[in-house]
């Protein structure tokens, strides 16, 4: 059986997999199927969101106990990344250099959405299941709750800060009208904002907090999301083009640097470790044996051979 870790790296290679080869996709009809008139975006979002969908629930289908009202939420939440195909416009006339900035962010919101929501949906349930009425695949499903949820939510971070960005963008210029020297460093800023709310959020109760943890992570979020955005205001003074793409490209290294940071600087509770457990589980119910002289389980009287627990316990890493 593939391994969580395991489907955990599939699901982060998705996030530059799947762009593009929707481009490539969108390449190809436009080439070969699609006449000149043809909305590019549109296609694209309709390849974005069916390889995302379809590899998605391809990759976590193993982990998940399926029931026919689960069934029937994911089919139904899996529609709203294919809102932006539906309705390919941008919200409000942002104008036309702010037309596709709108589109993608919406885009990204929609599969930002649709990633939280499918947590719950796969999830948001588990507790209602028994352990003692559990089978051995589900109960392995139980366990493995805690880390494949905030990893996943993690995930769906990385779309929600690329749609705050593109929709922010507009809504300063358009609708509260902000100068062109402030507009990238204020965009970048709010989105950076959005994005590390997020993360936190998700991560809050998996990190044991002190004062130093809280000090550490003050001081790298002013650093390396402050000081990137106010360079910014350079563009329009800097005349070097390759300077100008490194001061537009900080602010989002800014905020890469800061979520793997937080990976070094924060200490995980022992439920989202990434580590394998020193003792197994029962294969039936789930009890820990750990000092025991003899592998029968005394919670429920199930007995295995040390072969068969420390190999379902190798499986969940």
Request: net charge positive; charged share 15%.
């Amino acid at each position: 059986m593939l391994g969580v870790t395991r489907r955990m790296i599939c699901a982060l290679a998705l996030v530059p997999i799947v762009p593009a080869a929707a481009f490539v996709a969108q390449g190809c009809c436009r080439e070969y199927l699609l006449s000149s008139d043809a909305d590019g975006q549109q296609w694209f979002d309709l390849f974005l969101s069916s390889l995302t969908v379809l590899s998605t629930i391809f990759i976590w289908r193993a982990v998940i106990v399926w029931t026919l009202g689960r069934k029937a939420l994911t089919a139904l939440v899996s529609m709203i990344p294919f809102v932006q195909v539906i309705y390919a416009r941008p919200l409000w006339d942002a104008g036309c250099v702010f037309r596709d900035f709108l589109r993608v962010g919406q885009e990204q919101l929609g599969v930002a959405v649709w990633i939280w929501v499918l947590i719950w949906v796969w999830w948001g349930w588990e507790r209602l299941v028994s352990p003692s009425d559990a089978r051995p695949s589900k109960l392995w499903r139980l366990r493995m709750e805690p880390r494949i949820r905030v990893v996943v939510a993690s995930i769906g971070t990385v779309p929600f800060a690329v749609a705050s960005f593109f929709i922010l963008a507009p809504v300063y210029e358009s609708v509260l009208g902000t100068p062109r020297p402030y507009l990238l460093p204020v965009t970048y800023l709010t989105a950076a904002v959005f994005a590390i709310t997020a993360w936190l959020l998700i991560w809050r109760k998996h990190v044991r907090w002190s004062s130093v943890v809280v000090q550490q992570t003050l001081l790298a979020t002013g650093f390396l999301i402050g000081v990137p955005s106010a360079a910014t205001v350079l563009l329009d003074q800097v005349n070097s083009e390759v300077l100008n793409y490194i001061i537009v490209a900080s602010p989002p290294m800014g905020w890469g640097i800061w979520m793997a940071l937080t990976m070094w600087l924060w200490p995980f509770t022992a439920s989202t470790a990434d580590v394998v457990e020193a003792s197994p589980r029962c294969l039936k119910c789930g009890y820990m044996l750990k000092g025991l002289r003899r592998t029968r389980c005394p919670e429920c009287g199930d007995e295995r051979t040390l072969d068969e627990l420390w190999a379902a316990n190798a499986a969940e890493a």
